[in-house]
């Protein structure tokens, strides 16, 4: 419901005018344009609508028409796809010249966009900018009483970095193409133009390799990309202006290459894939030339199929135990001065460094592989933190940012929003060193996503994080993001994304009915565990089935944010009628959920562990009715209920089943603010 409301709240705003970056009666866009200056008028969508090229063309440009009039027709329900081409032209696309053959880091990816009454006008000086374009045009239609329709303004964009990725790990659970092929389509609608692909893990090694066939053979279960499907998926990004950057991880989380390749490795072994989840000793022996021969024919073999500028060679959590164990690596050590585990990855990512330089391409690693001697074409992408950042910059190194941007992790989309490549305060970097970063990646490791539920673990959260890398900086509205972002949510739906169709498909197969209405009451409140609580709350390996209520719903509950919301206006003293009567009518509803719940639970061993959860709610439920019934009657609570009832709350907050209860710590401020109920009535 909170998703609707917005929806239309945000589309009739446009009727009264627009506003640029700083969110100002905002546009339903993410990320929020540059600059917009609002028109008169509006544009309309008919049968009569016509898309002409003009200037430069080429068979990509094509392609994005076609795929753009599709998307228009999938909102409209107008077939476009003939009539188009067909039709006088209304809307001109005028491109300058070409982009580069293999998309650069650097290209302008700027657009102009013009929309009047009569006609639509978007020009591009290469076709990044057009496809960036033709995303925005199509986040702006909404409906009209005259029909389907697009507000008149003049729109001027640019990114604020050059680098927007989305890394996917395929390595833990594998992800078929088609999940590959729409999180691509998913990335373009939010203008992400790094496809990061994390291809090898110690759970498996997925590309094909006719050069070292036993990676694929006996390192990947049979679930691996053959190298014609690796080349249609990056033709495919191509098409939607995304880059594609492989990350092969070296020398730890390696185990899938020993499986088939034995000497590659600094242990005695035998190896094998592994099943469970976390870092392990496994690495790649440094000190043999062997290791680098075979590597200098990989990377060969894989530049070919990756024509990206860059090539992602892990780095990170190499634990050093093999290399501990292991006597001739220690004698290497001892021999060459070399006086650490640290400075031994130093010499093999040197090494390495230099075979990957010689295949004519620049190597990206996470935060480990930064030392003082590391090259200054080495680009490091941290998941520590911006700080890490600014030291690679100031040492003069290009970085990236991915910690705050861990979309696995379950934060919510505030938090994601916060972070920022340049970091929050005052910035200490010069000119030279800021212009080093090149911006950020949201990561997906996927220990606990399979193809049903990884879109919901990455939309619509990734559209906060595309905004933070194309917007203005000073773009930081939340209560904006959050409206805005509802709206893309129901939009990508048009892109084939299944992360607003898994939520009530899984809930459906849990319980045998068509429509468990119950048990998506209950759901709508509850988030899986952040951070990496989950592997202390149970076992998880590969085998592992992610069916249950943790693995269906989103990582963030719209409906118990927008209560905290309503209660956190209560306790201060500036809530509405109509925020207390939400309140009430949320908390009667989630209170009284668990009588028709709690028959179904049984029928179903995947819901039996949700009774004690669901009974919590209801009890959680009725303590914030009696708080509210205390706060709008101007009534003290009765001695000693307060504190058992924050006790109660506190225990509540702990996961159950998997699951953390997100209407308790709202409660709990409720029930906090019974001591001053007379000040925190509200108002009729």
Known sequence: MFRIVCM???????????????GVAPLPLMPLPSQVKPGTGEFLINNGFGVTLEGFTEPRLERARQRFLNTLSAQTGIPLWREAYLNKPMFFIKTGGASAPIQQVDEDESYHLQITADE?????????????????????VRGTPQGFAVPAMTIDDQPRFAWRGLMLDVGRHFMPLDVVYRTLDGMEAVKLNVFHWHLSENQGFRVESKLYPLLQEKGSDGLFYTQEEIRRVVEYAHDRGIRVVPEFDMPGHATAWFVGYPDLASGSGPYQIEREWGVFDPAMDP???????????????????????YFHIGG???N??????NPQIQQFMKAHAIKDNAALQAYFTARVQKIVAGHNRIMVGWDEVLQPSTPKDVVIQSWRGPQFVGEAVRGGNRAMLSAGYYIDLNQSAAEHYSADPEGNGPTTLSSDQSNRIAGGEATMWSEYVTPENVDSRIWPRTAAIAERLWSPRDTRDVASMYARMAVISQHLNYYGLEHNSSYPAMLSRMTGEPDPLPLRVFG?????????????????????????MVDAVPPESETAREFSLIVNRIVAGKASLADWEQAQEWLLLWRDNDAQLQPLLPKSQLTQELAPVSANLRQVSQTGLDAIGYLREHRSAPPGWKTRQLAFLKTSEKPQAVLLNMIAPAVANLVQATANSPTAAHKD
């Open 320 to 325: 050093g135990k093999e290399w501990d164990r």
């Open 316 to 318: 990170d959590e190499c």
């Open 287 to 309: 000190t043999r030339e062997s290791t680098y021969t075979f590597l200098d024919g990989f990377i060969g073999e894989m530049t070919g199929l990756f024509p990206d500028a």
């Open 524 to 548: 709508d409140v509850m988030q899986p565990p952040r951070g990496y609580a989950r592997g202390d709350l149970g076992h998880y390996d590969a085998f592992t089935p992610l069916n249950r």
């Open 8 to 22: 239309t709240l945000l589309l009739s705003s446009l009727t009264a005018g627009v506003a640029g970056g700083q």
């Open 120 to 140: 639509v006008r978007l020009e591009a000086a290469n076709p990044l900018g057009v496809l960036h374009g033709l995303q925005t045009f199509l986040q702006l």
